[in-house]
């Protein structure tokens, strides 16, 4: 009887063994966006520039795309450098456009004189675009015709 128990486990400790090599030797294989191995060097061919200017929205109610850099922007749990020229109390001055009167309702729907936390990370939903290819396929057709 202990032979057989002995026998047991040391066959489901193999078979157990076996299963993690193949799995490990999958994971080892993972295809990546840049098409180099988790832990190999990533070398980077080409930078790609910020693009300027305002763009076109590509769909109703798309977040406005960021017409400008935003390497030297602060924008952490308690500074917002968006703020200094895109808050309402600054934008006329600064000839930016104001943010969406959406952007300062809690979640309640009470209309607040700052900016909702909700809405604090403007780079969640306004992002900056590049010249850089698709990392993917995309079909995507934009419901405005340019």
Not at 60 to 79: A, F, N
Request: net charge negative; hydrophobic share 35%; glycine share 6%.
């Amino acid at each position: 009887m202990k032979l057989l128990a002995i026998l047991g486990v040391s066959a489901f400790a193999s078979t157990i063994a076996l299963v993690g090599l193949s799995v490990a030797q999958q994971a080892a294989n993972v295809q990546t966006l840049r098409n180099t191995n988790i832990d190999g060097l990533n070398i980077v061919d080409d930078v790609y520039q910020q693009q300027e200017g305002r763009e076109a929205r590509n769909y109703r109610q798309q977040p406005p795309i960021v017409p400008h850099s935003l390497d030297q922007y602060q924008i952490d749990l308690r500074t917002n450098q968006c703020l200094t020229c895109h808050d309402w109390s600054n934008a006329g001055d600064r000839g930016a456009p104001t943010l969406s009167m959406s952007h300062y309702l809690d979640r309640n729907g009470t209309q607040l004189d700052t900016v909702a936390g909700t809405r604090w990370f403007c780079n969640q939903c306004h992002v900056p675009q590049a010249d850089a290819p698709a990392l993917v396929g995309n079909t995507f057709q934009p419901s405005n015709s340019r």
